[in-house]
């Protein structure tokens, strides 16, 4: 089933490297549910750098348990 990767936009469905299969994707949310960061890869090892994600990350308010 590939109802999210084509939801969030990331589905390929032919291309010259891949075929029926979803782009690398990140996507980052913050608790309210608002999209934060995305990044989606033009290709299958097109990945966002780890510091920038934990940044987006990092920026929400802590809660408390």
């Not at 990767?5 to 291309?15: P, R, S």
């Not at 490297?17 to 934060?36: L, W």
């Amino acid at each position: 089933d590939r109802t999210a990767a084509q939801t969030y936009g990331v589905y390929v469905e032919l291309n010259f490297e891949s075929f029926r299969i979803a782009r690398p994707a990140t996507f980052v949310i913050d608790p309210s549910g608002i999209i934060r960061f995305i990044h989606v890869g033009i290709h299958q090892f097109d990945r966002p750098r780890v510091p920038d994600v934990l940044a987006v990350a990092d920026s929400f308010p802590r809660t408390s348990s």
